[in-house]
């Protein structure tokens, strides 16, 4: 019976790919925009999505519930977050960028960007290119499985 190696399993280095990279924007996140991993992660979520509820910022964002409410009130008490009623759902609320959200939310995209450049830095473009399309392969395979 042949015993797979768990370091070579692909979710095993998945999560550890994932766990140095987030390390190291978290450090970047609190460095260069003040805001902790979840802020960032919540704003650059909302920028590039909203206006959006708190369910579907958990959703996009890759948070749970419970972080994405905490870390889209921080926002919203710094300025960078406004929280307005759904029209659609009286219940239900919605954010959208501040002007100035807007201005750090550009910061932050530029800090992925070069978090993207220095993850991907020792693939080749057609490496990227090809890599890029196989991670959209297994995510749909596996998210409308």
């Not at 977050?81 to 009286?90: L, N, Q, R, V, Y």
């Amino acid at each position: 019976m042949t015993s797979a190696k768990l370091d070579r399993s692909l979710t095993y280095r998945l999560h550890l790919l994932h766990k140095v990279s987030d390390q190291v924007s978290h450090q970047a996140y609190i460095q260069d925009l003040k805001l902790s991993l979840s802020e960032g992660r919540c704003l650059a979520t909302v920028g590039a999505f909203e206006p959006m509820s708190i369910m579907a910022l958990a959703d996009k964002g890759n948070l749970n519930k419970g972080q994405a409410s905490r870390a889209a009130q921080g926002l919203v008490d710094l300025g960078l977050i406004a929280k307005t009623g759904d029209p659609e759902d009286g219940r239900g609320i919605q954010l959208t960028l501040t002007a100035k959200g807007r201005r750090l939310w550009k910061k932050t995209m530029d800090l992925i960007d070069q978090r993207n450049q220095a993850i991907f830095g020792c693939l080749s473009a057609q490496e990227r290119q090809t890599f890029s399309q196989l991670l959209d392969r297994l995510v749909e395979h596996n998210v409308n499985a």
